[in-house]
Each structure stands twice: as structure tokens, then as C-alpha cells.
């Protein structure tokens, strides 16, 4: 079996798995490239259904183009879509752009604690979401079901051993659990599966006319495009495959401090 | 342009033997570092004050930097001209085995380090044990910190002799012993000027040698079901094919309950069809005969069932906060199913690090985190199960306690009965030979399944008037039912037993047998015994397939039967003219879990009758027959 088609079935497990054991469940669509392939793969487990809410955190700084293409989706692919949002931070101000809160505060604000707040409107236990360790350190850490306590904190020093995909499906009254299909992808396969599947991704991650792509959407904020020739899914493949810049250089939440990526995500950040 | 194939490497051994070294290095050396990434750490440090560590590139979270262990298992990349790998870096220190063997269990090959100057250590050797336990055939020993040992040819060769003959007590047997020095990077992407008399490959040499597994397709079918869907429709049964291939046109038989069927198709979605899936996809099939069937049975080919039985041996290793121990209930997680189990007794409890047989002071027998022990455990149900040495994912399972997966453990070989041989297999293992009508053919013409009803409770306490009752209402109904009542059981099949604690449970399991039997003629068999002892009752319970037997407590206070004394026994046993009667000279075990309790201090006899029509016809008669 070749590499995608393996990393293609044990996603299906997984989302399977998660179906099966959780009542109410959800997942977290941002709109990027790896929560596209996540809800393509959601599909092929679910034979073309999507049997759970799409959950989208819309922090208002959306890069316009990206609310248009989730739009759009929701249409073709009959999908039900959540949206959350952090209300209160928005009207008095308190984000980055406005100059009231530093990046990280901006994440935990108007991502974090609007998911938090969507997860319990909803009585969510279960939300799927299309993190992968290559990503990012901390990341790298991740179990496929990880538990997150009521405060939605990672407890990453005791995590639940998984082997032999059992996984962790029992959990205290008021925690939830992360589900993490794509865990064990890296960029460069998501990209290979978007051609071998042909999945319509946002145009924004293609080189425009000034030599410019994204290669890890966000807020238009805090997101920089990297230069970049690249403008089809082949020329992307081509370009991952020798590059040695990580994946989320342009992210700049990332960077404040040197742990405050990992302390935001403790706190229960995607 | 072919996808990027991987490998899954899992880096072990003792705490400080410098498996973090090694990784940071071995990124270095392969031209995998992000760029940046080197010269970010070594500004830290120095901001830090402290000397660069290679050991850095992998220790990303504050609290591991801090204590310079790795805690968890992380995963990161990186190629060779041949492939990409992914690293699994497991923690060292004993306290975190858990997180070793969650990333163990996850890889295809494992590299273990040895310290060449401290040589083998209590986690080289644990580490090895699990490795063979997880099922890891592709191993390499790195015996490190050769610098610290002057390059010596000679303490390599004393590491190895060692670890080696370890290695072959438990069966083990490395692809090689490398000697490296991780932190100057001798050997590790190519061959070090300070050993000369190594002649053998370096680490990423071996690394390239190693194959990446492939799913078993040549091994008879497993494909357990995941869950049903009843999407456009359709009845589509979800799972991913273990072991083998399945096919449209397949016989297939789902363990446990042996109900047999055909595949209709095999389901994909976006996916180019095909008539046939093999080991390792996940698909999904629809039957030609629909049958009852829900996660947790496992289909295979009529001719190569799996084992069918409530009781089996293991191997297991605890890597629970609560120690594993009798009497305490757990639940056992085998691909898809779930049961209740229990330990029935423990044969040997091992230091897996020594494999010396643990002795406790005060000789209690349980099993201690980090332990691994050779046990018997009892479900409450029938598991469909292989042994590990002949399907692998059907032969190991994984118990959870409270909320917490705790530990894990596989199969060996041993001689159990399969379902398909003869006839004369004893009781406790559950397996039918079948005539071509079938139990469900039965329950369609009956309009309902056969089932067993099995009051117990004291003497007095209203089993017979019951059970007359309940008969008379269900043959009212139309149904086929038939009380076999104890005191004429004893007549005539159990005359030769008497009251003892072992012809109690000889007469519960000769009555079992027979409700079995009427079971699967399709009667609805009611049975009125005191049965006194839970773990007799369960005997009968495990005889019968899952929700046929259904358990009613009926339930009166002593002092209420001994006031109605129907049959004068109470009076006379208190004069001591009946020896061990229950409730007065012999114990009575109430259910633990009945499926319905009736107090009959307080329900009229009608009223009694009737929750027991009400539970069957919720439970069974409605959602069984579905044909």
C-alpha cells in the first residue's frame, strides 16, 4: 500500500473511532489547507456525509477571501457550519490590531476562549481538529484523542498511554477531548494528497503575481505571505520538498516569546 | 513522482544514555535541521548561560528544558536520500514508560542506546523486553558515548556480549550493535576516522535497510466491524481489514454470535471501485442477508474463524496508577470490541528488567506499575480473539481502569478449541456447530428469539409463582415458553446431587446447559433456582449469547420468605432438620447487575409478570429479530 493510502485509512480510523464514541461532536474547520483535506477525509469515512457541525472560529481579521471560499463550500458540500466568536473582545477592542492586547493575547481572546465558549453552548465532548505534529514542537506531543480538563487545559506531563489504536474515549464529566486525525501528516503529504485527490483548496496559498503565497493561513494581521514561484499543487510539492523554512514562519504569534506558542496552546489554543 | 515514503523509528533505552543527543545530531548530520533552528538554540544557551545541548532540538517544551529529561513521546522528521523518517524520542526515566510505550507500539523499527561507559542499565533491559512484547522485529543497538570509553574496540565488543545474551533470553535478536559517540557524531551519517576497526555500517546505513511494514493481506480475514451506517438508505458496515482481503461474494461469519452472511459490495467513497479490499483499508461492506450485527463482532471466512471463547491467557504489562489485581473489575479493548473481564488468577508477575519472578512480602499477588505478568483473564462475554504468533492485530488487547487505558497485553499461542472442532469442548468455551436452521430462521417463524429467563433469589422469596405465571402470560401471548422448574429438575436429571457448594454449582451448570438448549430451539426457557452464587449464575450467563440471557432478582427480605414458608423448610432448617439451607446455614449472593429486580414484599405477582413481558419486549423481542 503506498504512503498516502495508509495515512489516508488510519485518518478514516480515527474518524470512525471518534463517531462512534462521542455523542457530540464537532469539528473545527479554519479554512486552511489542512482542515480542507480533514473534512475531505471526513467523507471518505462517512461515504460522502459529514454526519457532525463544522465549527469555525471567525475572529473577524480573516483574510476576506477566506469567508467567501467557506461560504461557498458550505453550499456545494451541504455542510453545518457553527461560527464562534468572542463578542465582548470585539466590541470593547481588546485585539492586536487595535492595539489593546499583544498577539498572544489576541489568540487566546478572540480563538481560544471564542472556542471555548462555542464548546459549551453546544455541549460539545468531542472536536476534531486537523493539527499535526510536524507543525510545530509542541505539537509533536499531541495523542490522537488527547483530553483537555474542563478548563480546556492540556495536561502535557500526564498524557493517557495509546497503542495499537486504542484510544482514549472515557473522560470526567466536563472535559472534552481533542480528536486529531491528521496527527501523524506532514505538509508535504497534505499537499500530495490535495493533488492526488484533486480537493479544491483557497487560492490564496498559489504565488500571485508578485511572486507571493501563503503558506499557513490566519489572521490578515499577523500572517505574512512567503515569496514564492509556486502556483499550482505541483509546483507547491516541488518547493516543499527542499525547503528548510518551518511551515508557520509566517505566523507571528508564534514568536513573541520563546515558549509563547506552547503556553498558549497548555491553555487549550488549537 | 512517487509520495514520500516514511519509516517510523522509536529511540530507546536508558535515562541520560543520550537518546536526545543522538536525535538532535542525527538531524544535523542528515541536512534535516530547519534553517535557523541551530543557531536560535545556541543563542538561548548562551542568553541561558548554560553550554549548547544537542539534546535541545528535541526538548521544546519549558518544563523538559528545565529538567532535562524527555517527558512525553515527540515525533519529529527527517530524510535520507532513500526516505523520510519520522522519530519517535521515548523518555528514558522509568516513570514514564507509559509515554515509551506509546510511541513504541507506534513505530516499525527501534534504535536502543546503551552508554558505553555505564553499559547495560535497568531500562536497556526493560526496554528491550517491551520492544519484543510491542512487537518491534527490527531493532539496532547504538552503543554510545564512545568517546567517554577512549574509542575502546573492547568495551564495545563487553557491551555487546552482554546485551546480547540478554537480547536472547527473551527471544530477541538486533539487526546490529553499532558503536557511536553521538555528540561529535561518530558513525552516524558516515563512518568515524576514531574507530577504525569498525567495519560495519553507520546509523543511517542501517536505518536505510530497514523495511516498512506492511499490513498482513496473506493472513486469513479480520475485519472488524467499527460501526453500522445507515446513510442513503443503505446498511453499510464500517471497519478497516486487519488481516487478509475480503471479497464480494465472501461467506462471511461475525464472532461472536456466529451469524453467518455475504458481501453485497464494499463501499468507498471518491475512490476508484474495486470488488476487493485488502489488509490495512479501511471500506466499508453491505450484506446480501441482513443480519444482526454491531461493533465489535469480527467477520471472517466461515473456514478460518477466530477463537470464540471468555477466557485466555496473557502476557501484560501494567502501566497503571492502581495496581492490577483480582477481584476488581476491568474492560478489556480488543480491535473493536469491549467486555467486562477480570483477573481469574495470575501464573507469574516479572521484573521485566531482571525477569526475575517478583515476590511481595506479604505474598499478596497483584501486578505493579512497570510489571509485566503472565495471567488468566475472564470476560463476561465471549471475545473473538487470535493468538499474537498468528494474526497480529486480533491478538493483543489493551485494558482500561476507571477512565485510563492501563496497560496492554497479547495472546500466546495455546491450545484452545476452535469453534468449528467436534463437540465435546467444556462449557465454559462458547461454540456452536450449527444445522442448516438457524436461530434466526427460529425467531422469524417464532416471531421472537429464544431466550432464558433466569429467576433467582431465596427460598419463599415467589420464583415458582412467578415463573407459572409468566408462562401462562407468554403462551397467552402466542409465544413458546416452558418453566424448568428446580424441585423437578432434582427429580429425575440432578437426582444424584445434593446441597454442597460444588453440586450447587453442578446443578446450576447441568440446568444452564439445558435452558441453553431449549434457548436455541428458539423457546423462551424461564428457570426458577435459588442459584445463590453470582459466579454460577455468570457461568450461565457466558454460556449464552449476549442479551439471551436475562437475569431477574426476585427479591424479598429473609423475614418475608421465612413468614410465608410455603414449603416448611425455614422452620425446619432452623430446627436443623435441613443442612445448608440458603439464607440461614448457606450464603446468598444477590445479582450484582441483574436485568430486572423485583421486590415481591411490595409487587403483586401480576405486577412482577408484567416487568419482565416489559423488559423483553424493550430488550430483545423487538431489536434482535431484525430480518
Known sequence: MDYLSKLENQSIYIFREAFNKFEHLAMLWSIGKDSTVLLWLARKAFFGHVPFPLVHVDTTYKIPSMIEYRDRLCREWNLQLVVGRNEAALREGRTFPNGRATRVECCGLLKKDALKTVLDQHGFNGVIVGVRRDEEPTRAKERYFSPRDKNMEWNVEDQPPELWDQFKTDF????????????????????????????????????????????????????SPISSQARTVREIIEELRHTRTPERAGRAQDKESEDAFEKLRRDGYM | ???????????????????????????????????????????????????????????ALQSERDQNITIDTAQIWFHTPKRQYVIIDAPGHKEFLKNMVTGAANAEAALLLIDAHEGVQENSRRHGYLLNLLGIRQIAVLVNKMDLADYSQARFDAVETE??????????EPKVFIPIAAKHGDNIASPSPNTPWWTGPTVVQTLDEFRVAEPPKDQPLRFPIQDVYRFDERRILGGRVESGRIRVGDRLVFSPGNKTSTVKTIERWNAPSHDEALAGESIGITLTEQVFVERGAVSARETEPPYELSRFQARVFWLGKQPFRKGRRYRLKLATQEADCEIESIEKV????????????NGEIYVARHEVAELTLRTRKPVAFDAISEIVPTGRFVIVDGFDVAGGGIIPAADYPRRTVGGDQKSENIFWSHGKVTHDHRARRNGHPGCVIWLTGLSGAGKSTIATELERELFNLGKHAYV????????GLNSDLGFSPRDRKENIRRVGEVAKL??????????????????NRDLVREMLPPGRFIEVFVNA???????????????????????????????????????????????????????????????????????
Open chain 2, 484 to 491: 424448568l422448574d428446580g424441585d423437578n429438575v432434582r427429580h
Open chain 2, 163 to 172: 546485551y546480547r545474551a540478554w537480547l536472547k533470553t527473551i527471544g530477541v
Open chain 1, 172 to 223: 470526567d464529566k466536563g472535559a472534552h477531548i481533542r480528536i486529531h486525525p491528521l496527527l501523524h501528516w506532514t505538509e508535504l503529504n497534505v499537499w500530495e494528497y490535495i493533488e492526488r485527490e484533486n480537493i479544491p483548496v483557497i487560492p490564496l496559498y498559489f504565488a500571485n503575481e508578485r511572486g507571493e503565497r501563503y503558506r499557513s493561513l490566519g489572521c490578515f494581521p499577523c500572517t
Open chain 2, 1 to 59: 513522482m512517487l509520495p514520500t515514503e516514511q519509516l517510523k523509528i522509536v529511540i530507546v533505552g536508558h535515562v541520560d544514555h543520550g537518546k536526545s543527543t543522538f536525535v538532535g545530531r542525527l538531524f544535523h548530520d542528515t541536512g534535516s535541521l530547519p534553517e535557523g533552528k541551530l543557531e536560535q538554540l545556541q543563542r538561548i544557551a548562551e542568553r541561558r548561560g548554560v553550554p549548547f545541548e544537542w539534546a535541545n532540538l528535541m526538548d
Open chain 2, 350 to 361: 516479572i521484573d521485566a528488567s531482571t525477569l526475575a519472578a517478583v515476590q511481595r512480602a
Open chain 2, 518 to 535: 431449549f434457548a436455541d430451539a428458539g423457546v423462551i426457557c424461564i428457570t426458577a433456582f435459588i442459584s445463590p452464587y453470582q459466579e
Open chain 2, 557 to 627: 427480605p429473609l423475614a418475608v420468605c421465612e413468614q410465608r414458608d410455603v414449603k416448611g423448610l425455614y422452620a425446619r432448617s432452623r430446627a436443623n432438620e435441613v443442612k445448608e439451607f440458603t439464607g440461614v446455614s448457606a450464603p446468598y449472593e444477590p445479582p450484582l447487575a441483574p436485568e430486572v429486580e423485583l421486590r415481591t414484599d411490595q409487587l403483586r405477582v401480576a405486577e412482577c409478570v408484567t416487568r419482565i413481558l416489559d423488559h423483553l419486549h424493550l430488550h430483545d423481542l423487538d431489536t434482535e429479530v431484525m430480518i
